[in-house]
């Protein structure tokens, strides 16, 4: 009897702990409002910091946020930031802060306080921004979608955007270039890419049919499905799809086949590395030696040249004792040398 009240004991533990984790993982974000003081009059600042499950969750409000206030994103708080009027908004981590105050200098001083308390989390921002063409501008606008289950949130208002099927599984970057905008869809796995691939092509082609707005290129890259709307021509559109790499990782479940020619690799790698360093050490060696060389000889070279036009005496021999073997030039003073003993 006791042993089946400690088994029904456990099993009411189990599922309730179960239940807490589940109500956990399907609990949405929150929500905290507080103050910050800072500045030489000790100003308030409004601060309100939102909390996600994921670093991307977190930068996909930002950049939502970003494209309603017509912001650029920059790194100039947190991971990820953009300033409007009275306001400066971040995302760090899972968080994304929003502050707000009257002063200038005051909403600076607080959001680096409120940026130095919050953990990083991954430190960066989402792979699929840094893959969209000339990523470096693209960042400033870009907006972001995590896990989507409707585009329409984009506002592109486009037909073949009705044939994509996420399940709430797949991610989505948007970019303006010019009058061009480039939309890339990543799928989480292949066999999702490949069955949205096979019903976007039909669509493409029955807008086509219907004199519709369609895409002006379509083209699927590794899991990325990757439309470009609004280009001035085929080509300008072509170039952009170009530019997207779908960059796969590879990891092995088991033993690594090529761990033989991966340390071969890194064994010649490591050699050509200690030759290159010991050769550019010897032309460093040789190099300073032949300066320091040069160096003190040009200064004893100086050294002689300064002392020998300091000598009163004229000597053809160079400053040096010269003997008068041939007895052609006459002596100032004959008293001085040795006469042959009578």
């Known amino acids: 009897m006791r042993l089946s009240k400690v088994r029904i004991f456990l ?11 589940a109500r956990s993982q399907s609990a949405g974000p929150t929500t905290e ?23 991307s969750e977190a930068y996909e409000l930002l950049s939502k946020r970003a494209r309603q206030a017509g912001a650029e994103i920059n790194t100039g708080y947190g991971t990820a930031a953009f300033a409007n009027e009275g306001e400066i908004s971040f ?3 899972t968080a994304f802060v929003q502050l707000k105050g009257s ?15 919050i953990d990083k989390g991954e430190g960066d921002i989402p792979p699929l921004v840094k893959h969209l063409p000339n990523p470096e501008e693209a960042q400033k606008t870009a907006v972001y979608l995590n896990s989507f289950t409707d585009l329409n949130e984009l506002g592109l208002q486009q037909g073949v955007l009705t044939a994509i099927e996420s399940g709430g599984n797949a991610d ?20 999702l890419a490949a069955d949205n691939d096979r019903k976007i092509i039909p669509r493409i082609q029955e807008l086509w049919k219907l004199g519709q707005t369609a895409p002006s290129a379509y083209r699927r890259v590794g899991n990325y499905s990757v439309f470009v709307f609004d280009a001035p021509d085929e080509q300008t559109a072509k170039q952009l799809i ?7 990782v590879v990891q092995w479940l088991g033993e690594n ?7 071969e690799k890194r064994y010649i790698n ?14 460093y060696a040789a190099v300073a030696c032949f300066g320091l060389g040069g160096l003190f000889g040009g200064l004893l070279f100086t050294y002689r040249r300064s002392r020998q036009k300091a000598e009163a005496a004229y000597s053809d021999a160079g400053g040096m004792l010269r003997l008068n073997l041939d007895e052609l030039t006459p002596e100032t003073d004959p008293s001085r040398l040795l006469r042959e003993r009578n």
Request: contains cysteine.
């Open 11 to 21: 099993i009411c533990l189990i599922t309730c702990v179960a239940a807490g984790a």
């Open 33 to 55: 409002q507080t103050q910050c003081i800072a500045g030489k009059k000790q100003q308030r600042v409004a601060v309100e910091i939102t909390r996600f499950r994921q670093d």
């Open 91 to 93: 995302f760090k981590g």
């Open 103 to 117: 002063d200038a200098q005051t909403l600076k001083e607080c959001a680096q306080q409120v940026s130095n308390d």
């Open 172 to 191: 989505a970057a948007l970019a303006a270039y010019g009058p061009s905008k480039v939309l890339i869809v990543e799928f989480n796995t292949p066999q």
């Open 242 to 248: 170009d530019q997207v790499k779908y960059e796969q």
């Open 257 to 263: 086949p090529n761990i033989f020619k991966e340390a």
């Open 270 to 283: 490591t050699t050509l590395g200690v030759l290159v360093a010991v050769v550019k050490a010897s032309g």
